[in-house]
């Protein structure tokens, strides 16, 4: 039992110390473009699930080699009626053109994070939206 605890200590402080780490590398908002995607997991409750997801998601980032802005969240906790915050994860990405984006799309990096993640998801949201000039 202590083993599984002092594993499952070490993968949580692994991921968010990677989360962070993306994070910090964010590069400046491009207004061009941006992709938001909303994940809601099969099993939200499952730590492994979870750990899995954000293992891969992570993985993607750092490998992606169009997406400017890379930030990776969670729902914040603000209740209110206007506010949905149903979902696991939420992913922003920015871009400098729809092209860019659509380069993005078929980059090996997304792509392989969808094969190896799709199955942990029972729901994916899109917003796309170009900024007004």
């Not at 206007?82 to 860019?100: A, M, Q, R």
């Amino acid at each position: 039992m202590r083993t599984i605890f002092k594993i499952g200590l070490g993968l949580f402080f692994f991921l968010t110390f990677s989360t962070m780490k993306a994070q910090e590398q964010q590069r400046e908002f491009d207004k061009n473009f941006t992709h938001v995607v909303y994940f809601w997991l099969n099993n939200p409750d499952s730590e492994q699930d979870r750990a899995d997801f954000l293992k891969s998601l992570n993985k993607f980032m750092e490998n992606s080699l169009y997406a400017k802005t890379k930030f990776i969240g969670e729902p914040a906790g603000t209740p209110r009626e206007v506010v949905d915050g149903s979902f696991t994860y939420s992913l922003i990405l920015s871009f400098p053109s729809k092209e860019i984006q659509d380069k993005y799309q078929k980059e090996k990096a997304h792509l392989k994070f969808i094969e190896e993640s799709e199955h942990l998801w029972k729901r994916v949201q899109v917003y796309d939206s170009v900024g007004i000039k």
